[in-house]
């Protein structure tokens, strides 16, 4: 009989034992668990390599668990109310493709935000769906980009009853969660398929009072636990609600993720999942309370945030711990700079007109005040705030201005079939109107500007040519500074 308690750590307790046995290592990896790259060792790799290890005798096997492993994705399951669930070593990235994969044939429809993250788009690549973007709420006064409505996705529905999977991104890069039960609920009147791209939102559940994909209960979601759990990068969770299509995620999974995954990084999940389980409530309670004290001595400095209060009254939730300072004057990229000399800030991700602070357990010891002041002190905060330019500025494209995208339109081509037409590359400029052959995406975030399959409109391509003037360069496009993009012919 197993015991299935929160408190156990199955993988790392097998891991440990194995280590115990202090076997010569003649197997891979080549490092002996150090032994074999003094150079390394010299450099404080010593502890990692330490626990690289691989499927060993006791250390079970990611694509056939059967001992150690297969509890701890067990424990898992439990934990984040799921039916089953398993562990990513390659990150969501490897989740979404291999789910996608499983989900879809060649042809259907998807729903998706606008906010969806590029893996997504690379795995609607590999199974031959059809995107049909779902645009996303504005914040009423700066436009800044929220998510998507159940209104959204209501009308979408109409435009494409036989749609096969809705995907919704909760909550976004900048915190801001959907209302997910009712989507939920409107995807089971109409036998979608939901997926929560819950990347950023692994702790939502320990909060309590915010919607998240389990509370929903979602078909299928997916965590970063690098990015919201404390995991070792790139450790991530796919979650199944139910056990429907099991065997095809499971083979697609073998189909996407490496055949020599990352101990340290499976072992960081058992950990994370332990730390959540037992200590989730308290430590994510204690950064949310910290980053509340941490906006509010910030907006009585002056700063001006993506507030709470403006999120709710669009419908939706924030994530406290993510922290949008918003730049309508703009001069975001220069501010970032200061932050990092002056105040030793290092953010997520600045552009000229917003900047990203992700909060968490790692800031407990700081006092919110005296970091706010810090922060005050290094900017000309008293600017009076300017309006924004919506329709040119980063991130903003990604939100639609009022009544504009609500016509659903699907991607001309199946991003499968775009990549493999014959396609010529063209001066930027005249691209607009013709079928990217191409991703572009000016990461981070990693959500692409252009997807293959899609029509190229005027205003992408002023956003484009906005971007390529301050030196952006792009993932995605053979030419990464976007003199040229390919079209399809
Ligand atoms: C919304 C979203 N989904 C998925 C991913 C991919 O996650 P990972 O880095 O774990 O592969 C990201 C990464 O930034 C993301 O922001």
Same mark, same amino acid.
């Given at each position: 009989?197993?015991?299935? /308690?929160?408190r156990?750590t199955?993988l790392?307790? $097998?891991?440990?034992? =194995?280590?115990?046995?202090?076997?010569?290592?003649?197997h891979? +990896?080549?490092h002996?668990?150090?032994?074999?790259?003094?150079?390394?060792?010299?450099?404080?790799?010593?502890?990692?390599?330490?626990?690289?290890?691989?499927?060993?005798?006791?250390?079970d096997?990611?694509?056939?668990?059967?001992?150690?492993?297969?509890?701890?994705?067990i424990l898992?399951?439990?934990? =984040?109310?799921?039916?089953?669930?398993? =562990?990513l070593?390659?990150?969501?990235?490897?989740g979404?493709?291999?789910?996608? @994969?499983?989900?879809?044939?060649?042809?259907?429809?998807?729903?998706?935000?606008?906010? $969806?993250?590029?893996?997504?788009?690379?795995?609607?690549?590999? @199974?031959?769906?059809?995107?049909?973007y779902?645009?996303?709420k504005?914040?009423?006064?700066?436009?800044?980009?929220?998510?998507?409505?159940?209104?959204?996705?209501?009308?979408? *529905?109409k435009k494409?009853?036989?749609?096969?999977?809705?995907?919704?991104?909760s909550p976004?890069?900048?915190?801001?969660t959907?209302?997910?039960?009712?989507?939920?609920?409107?995807?089971?009147?109409?036998?979608?398929?939901?997926?929560?791209?819950?990347?950023?939102?692994?702790?939502?559940?320990?909060?309590?009072?915010?919607?998240h994909?389990?509370?929903?209960r979602?078909?299928?979601?997916l965590?970063?636990?690098h990015?919201s759990?404390?995991?070792l990068? +790139?450790?991530?969770?796919?979650?199944?609600?139910?056990?429907?299509? *099991?065997?095809r995620?499971?083979?697609?999974?073998?189909?996407?993720?490496?055949?020599?995954?990352?101990?340290?990084?499976?072992?960081?999940?058992?950990?994370?999942?332990?730390?959540?389980a037992?200590?989730?409530?308290r430590?994510?309670?204690?950064?949310?309370?910290?980053a509340?004290?941490?906006?509010r001595?910030?907006?009585?400095?002056?700063?001006n945030?993506?507030?709470?209060?403006?999120?709710?009254?669009?419908?939706?939730?924030?994530?406290?711990c993510?922290?949008?300072?918003?730049?309508?004057?703009?001069?975001?990229?220069?501010?970032?700079?200061?932050?990092?000399?002056?105040c030793?800030?290092?953010l997520?991700l600045?552009?000229?007109?917003?900047?990203?602070?992700?909060?968490? +357990?790692?800031?407990?010891?700081? @006092?919110?005040?005296?970091?706010?002041?810090?922060?005050a002190?290094?900017?000309?905060?008293?600017?009076?705030?300017? /309006?924004? @330019?919506?329709k040119?500025?980063l991130?903003?494209?990604?939100?639609? %201005?009022?009544?504009?995208?609500?016509?659903?339109?699907?991607?001309?081509?199946?991003?499968?079939?775009?990549i493999?037409?014959?396609? %010529?590359?063209?001066?930027?400029?005249?691209?607009?109107?013709?079928i990217?052959?191409?991703?572009?995406?000016?990461?981070?975030?990693?959500?692409?500007?252009?997807?293959?399959?899609?029509?190229i409109?005027?205003?992408?391509?002023?956003?484009?040519?906005?971007?390529?003037?301050?030196?952006?360069?792009?993932?995605?496009?053979?030419?990464p500074?976007?003199?040229r993009?390919?079209?399809?012919?």
């Open positions: 009989m197993q015991d299935y /308690s929160q156990g199955p790392y307790r $097998a891991a440990l034992a =194995f280590l115990r046995r202090e076997r010569i290592p003649m891979v +990896p080549l002996g668990r150090g032994g074999g790259a003094p150079y390394l060792m010299s450099r404080g790799l010593a502890p990692f390599l330490q626990w690289d290890l691989t499927e060993l005798q006791g250390l096997d990611l694509h056939l668990p059967a001992g150690a492993l297969y509890q701890a994705q898992a399951a439990r934990l =984040f109310g799921a039916k089953q669930s398993f =562990f070593v390659n990150g969501v990235t490897g979404l493709l291999a789910l996608l @994969s499983a989900l879809l044939r060649p042809g259907e429809k998807v729903l998706l935000s606008r906010l $969806a993250h590029k893996a997504v788009l690379h795995g609607l690549m590999l @199974s031959g769906a059809v995107p049909v779902l645009p996303v504005g914040e009423e006064q700066s436009g800044f980009p929220l998510n998507i409505t159940v209104a959204t996705v209501r009308a979408a *529905l494409h009853p036989g749609a096969r999977l809705l995907l919704v991104t976004s890069y900048w915190g801001v959907a209302e997910l039960a009712p989507l939920a609920e409107l995807a089971r009147e109409h036998g979608l398929t939901l997926i929560v791209d819950e990347a950023h939102g692994a702790h939502l559940p320990f909060y309590g009072d915010l919607p994909a389990a509370a929903a979602a078909d299928f979601w965590h970063s636990a990015k759990l404390g995991a990068t +790139p450790g991530g969770f796919l979650h199944l609600g139910g056990r429907q299509h *099991l065997q995620v499971r083979f697609w999974l073998q189909v996407t993720q490496t055949s020599s995954p990352s101990y340290p990084v499976m072992l960081s999940l058992d950990l994370a999942r332990r730390q959540a037992l200590c989730g409530k430590l994510f309670g204690r950064a949310r309370v910290w509340e004290a941490f906006r001595a910030l907006t009585e400095e002056g700063v945030l993506l507030g709470e209060e403006a999120v709710r009254e669009a419908g939706f939730y924030l994530d406290p993510r922290i949008t300072l918003l730049r309508p004057e703009g001069g975001g990229l220069r501010l970032a700079e200061k932050l990092a000399r002056h030793r800030l290092q997520e600045a552009d000229e007109n917003y900047l990203l602070a992700i909060c968490g +357990p790692a800031q407990l010891r700081l @006092s919110p005040r005296a970091l706010a002041r810090a922060v002190g290094v900017l000309p905060l008293a600017q009076p705030a300017r /309006s924004f @330019s919506p040119l500025q991130p903003f494209c990604f939100a639609a %201005a009022k009544g504009e995208g609500e016509d659903f339109t699907p991607f001309p081509l199946a991003p499968q079939r775009a493999s037409l014959p396609a %010529a590359a063209l001066p930027l400029e005249s691209c607009a109107g013709r990217c052959a191409e991703m572009v995406v000016a990461a981070p975030p990693g959500i692409p500007l252009l997807a293959p399959g899609e029509l409109s005027e205003k992408m391509l002023a956003v484009l040519l906005l971007l390529r003037s301050r030196g952006r360069r792009f993932q995605g496009p053979a030419d500074g976007l003199r993009l390919k079209i399809v012919l």
